[in-house]
């Protein structure tokens, strides 16, 4: 469990280095905020990217306050016992492109009791110089389903041993919801028992967008 010297209900607000994936076609200069709160029944810690725009940065926030949100009705009003507290930590990597689309990926990760957590995943795909927040479909000129997700599927059964939970993890377009742009590939995240036993973690699929149908970055 991750540990705080921080009493009450304080908030604190720390400025840091962020974690910075292939920096291109960006002038933003990037430091990150973290949101602390320490009761007697949780303990949160997130820590999440802020740019000198204000478009991004409420986008950020607003994501991250509504999964603090999400993991206090989960916690709900009482502590798990006498030495453990309900636990959330939410920790981001950023990835640019040279097309100036910036994306996010959050790594939501809640304890509240059981032999072990678990870790929700959530993407942001934006363009900050236009300040349009972007879907999957929004780069395919064709059903970004029926494009991505039979290569998926196929990288999928090639990492896990077991394949039982692949088809149904990959059904709809929303099981494809967290992903990352980058200038040559979408790389596609998965939480924990989405696709595969806990064991297996949250695997990672990269897809070349030349081999997509219908890739396209949108205009």
Known sequence: MVKHLILGLTLVIITIGCQTKTKQGFDYSTVQ?????????YDINAQFPKFNHAYTDSLIRSTVLGMIQAFKEEAGEERLSENWMNEQVIQCELVYTTQ????????????????????????????????????????????????????VREQLRQQLDSDVFIDEGTATLAD???????????DFHFPPYQVAAYAFGAPVVKIS???????????
């Open 33 to 41: 905020d973290s949101l602390v709160f320490k009761t007697d029944i």
């Open 209 to 219: 967008q030349k081999s997509l149908n219908g890739f396209r970055f949108p205009e």
């Open 100 to 151: 100036g689309f910036l994306s996010i990926v959050f790594r939501d990760y809640h304890y509240t009791g059981g032999a072990h957590g678990n870790t929700f995943l959530t993407s942001l795909v934006l363009h900050p110089n236009r300040r349009v927040r972007y879907k999957l479909q929004d780069f395919f000129a064709t059903s970004a389903l029926q494009s991505v997700q039979k290569p």
């Open 176 to 186: 494809f919801k967290v992903f990352v742009i980058t200038d040559q590939a979408i």
